[in-house]
Nanobody, 122 residues
């Protein structure tokens, strides 16, 4: 599976962005899809994930502001982000895992996109 993340950009605090993760190859629906982010000088951290059946899980820092979804027909996962804060500034990566359950651990994800940069600044 190859993943291509897009949709990042520069926004002001309080604004919204939607990230997309387009997947190539078959069996997109059989993967757990996740979003991680890495801010400058910090380790990569879990943001959100969606299971094969559509169950979602979020990091506490984004709960209520971010929504993960996927369109199996389009082989695409999304991360809708609202009420963005400067601390959301990071490179965002999408990832796919063949595990059955949602995981927040990066090593459990088998495939990674190249990252898309999100900058929240006034």
């Amino acid at each position: 599976v190859q993943l291509q993340a897009s949709g990042g950009g520069l926004v002001q605090p309080g604004e919204s962005l939607r990230l997309s993760c387009a997947a190539s190859g078959r069996s997109f629906s059989s993967y757990v899809m996740g979003w991680f982010r890495q801010a400058p000088g910090k380790e990569r951290e879990f943001v959100a994930a969606i299971s094969r059946s559509g169950i979602t899980y979020y990091a506490n820092s984004v709960k209520g502001r971010f929504t993960i979804s996927k369109d199996n027909a389009e082989n695409t996962a999304y991360l809708q982000m609202i009420s963005l804060k400067p601390e959301d500034t990071a490179v965002y990566y999408c990832a796919a895992s063949s595990t059955y359950y949602i995981s927040t651990d990066a090593p459990t994800y088998d495939y990674w996109g190249q990252g898309t940069e999100v900058t929240v600044s006034s």
